[in-house]
């Protein structure tokens, strides 16, 4: 018997909530987007080491440059074999036959620098070239140095005689490179050139 009054109302719970529940259930699956990734700019690259030319080279003229130059390939023919091969010697003959007229001005150049500053200046000049190949001779750097100064003797094959002056300015920076770095690292050059004796030691000095 049902009761009289107020009719019954029936709610559709199931119905109202089905919907609430499926857009509950897709806003918690739905991917996430991330935050766009920071884009970081990678550090500069480091400068390049600058290697000044070593002191022994200090205010050269154009050909006293050419004629430290062929000290350097000198030292190379002499003591580089092993590394390069007989190549250095064979390239150095050419070279000093190709540059011959050049050569032999370089080393009139060298020689009048210390003829004008008097007395024994034969002795001197001895002196300064045999630190000169005991510098192109150093140890710690001849792995590299005999590397460089066998590429720079082939190039000087190409140059002519009036571009040598030019060529032989890049070349002792190539070859000297090697020593100066060796030097810096080490701090032997100084102690090196002031051990050096004039009557000894060395290479034994080639003139054209």
């Not at 884009?39 to 200090?58: E, G, K, N, R």
């Not at 032989?168 to 030097?183: C, M, S, V, W």
Request: charged content about 15%.
């Amino acid at each position: 018997m049902k009761e009289k009054g107020l009719p019954m109302v029936t709610f559709n719970w199931h119905r109202k909530l089905l919907p609430l529940s499926l857009a509950s259930l897709l806003a918690a699956c739905a991917v996430q987007t991330p935050p766009p990734a920071q884009v970081v700019a990678p550090p500069p690259p480091p400068p390049p080491v600058v290697v000044s030319l070593s002191p022994i080279h200090t205010g050269l003229s154009p050909l006293e440059t050419v004629w430290h130059l062929r000290a350097g390939l000198n030292v190379a023919a002499l003591g580089c074999q092993t590394r390069s091969g007989p190549e250095i010697v064979s390239a150095y003959n050419s070279l000093l036959a190709r540059q011959k007229a050049v050569l032999k001005a370089a080393y009139d150049a060298k020689a009048e620098r210390y003829r004008s500053q008097g007395g024994n200046w034969q002795r001197a000049l001895d002196t300064h070239m045999t630190r000169l190949y005991n510098h192109f001779a150093s140890p710690d750097a001849q792995a590299r140095f005999c590397t460089e100064a066998m590429t720079v003797a082939r190039e000087a094959l190409a140059a002519s005689p009036e571009s040598f002056e030019q060529f032989a300015a890049e070349g002792l920076r190539r070859i000297d490179r090697p020593i100066a770095l060796a030097a810096n690292g080490t701090g032997m050059m100084a102690a090196a050139a002031n051990s050096v004796e004039a009557a000894s030691g060395g290479l034994p000095q080639r003139k054209l």
